[in-house]
């Protein structure tokens, strides 16, 4: 499914002024990341040119315009305005002409202006558009900052990922999302985690029904977004299965083609899953900072063995 954004939440995270509010912008759809300075098509080239991308208008270019003739320049801005862009945005304190708002609102363009300085705000909205156009998939568990750590809770429901959660909670970490979390791909790198608006900062606990943690534990406890680094699934403990005791070799699973370290959990009464994924983070952490316990083990192994056979 195709992921656009209306041009008024991007007004609004971008604090633009907008200059034509005859043209409704929630009517107006964002489909791409990448955005367009029309340096070439002011000059009059028109191929290859993006037309869906956000336009935007700096020092450079509104001084290109600025040195015209007005018939000249009207001309120019009406091709650029009528070329099927979703915006255009005027930045460093430049402006539009009342001759160029006139081809704004007659084309149905909204015209938008920001005090920031081209460079810096091109680099703020290639990085919003970018998590926010980014592909996404919804699935099926909880999502938790453990230590800095996102720790994805995964597992058949009713399993206790809800009830995992809430303990970290209690123990001061902080809750994304709990049953359905959205993973959007922002980079090759990164996997980005949030939770829909409609159970936002909620968990449910069968038994209690849906509890607000924002209300119960404050402000501290939740998250709007996380990277994910980590994914946990949850198990039922089977006596035929044989687990992972040493962590020699990593697993891995995958969401929208990028991998995540993931570790399988036997579930048994008496098992403290808080405790174990708050290692677990820790343990993740210690890893991408160099050091891998059970490397170390082999490694001492290893040499043990080195060391009787040089005995005997």
Not at 241 to 263: A, S
């Amino acid at each position: 499914m195709k992921t656009v954004v209306q041009l008024s939440k991007l007004a609004e995270e971008m604090k633009l002024k907008n200059l034509t509010p005859e043209i409704c912008m929630d009517e107006v759809e964002i489909t791409s990341q990448e955005i367009n300075r029309p340096a070439l098509q002011l000059a009059g080239y028109y191929e290859h040119f993006s037309h869906e991308r956000v336009q935007i208008i700096g020092y450079v270019e509104y001084t290109y315009l600025m040195q015209k003739e007005e018939d000249e320049r009207s001309v120019c801005f009406e091709r650029f305005i009528s070329s099927g862009i979703p915006c255009v945005i005027f930045t460093t304190l430049t402006e539009p002409t009342e001759d160029m708002l006139f081809i704004c609102k007659k084309y149905n363009v909204p015209a938008l202006v920001t005090t920031r300085t081209t460079s810096a705000f091109m680099a703020e909205i290639i990085r919003w558009l970018g998590v926010e156009l980014a592909p996404s998939i919804s699935i099926h568990g909880v999502l938790v900052d453990v230590y800095g750590e996102g720790v994805l809770i995964m597992g058949e429901s009713g399993i206790g990922k809800s009830e995992a959660a809430l303990e970290l909670v209690r123990r001061g970490h902080r809750l994304v999302s709990d049953d359905v979390v959205i993973i959007r791909k922002v980079s090759d790198a990164t996997l980005l985690g949030c939770a829909p608006d409609v159970t936002k900062h909620l968990i449910e606990l069968r038994g209690i029904g849906i509890i607000d943690v924002k209300t119960l534990y404050g402000v501290e406890h939740v998250k709007d977004s996380q990277a994910i680094d980590l994914v946990i699934k949850l198990e039922d403990w089977s006596r035929e299965k044989e687990y992972d005791r040493l962590g020699l070799e990593e697993q891995t699973t995958e969401f929208l083609g990028n991998k995540v370290t993931c570790h399988s959990l036997p579930i048994r009464p008496g098992r403290n899953l808080a405790v174990i994924v708050e290692t677990a983070a820790v343990n993740h952490r210690q890893k991408k900072m160099g050091y891998n316990a059970a490397h170390e083990l082999y490694r001492r192994v290893q040499e043990n063995i080195i060391n009787k056979r040089g005995d005997i």
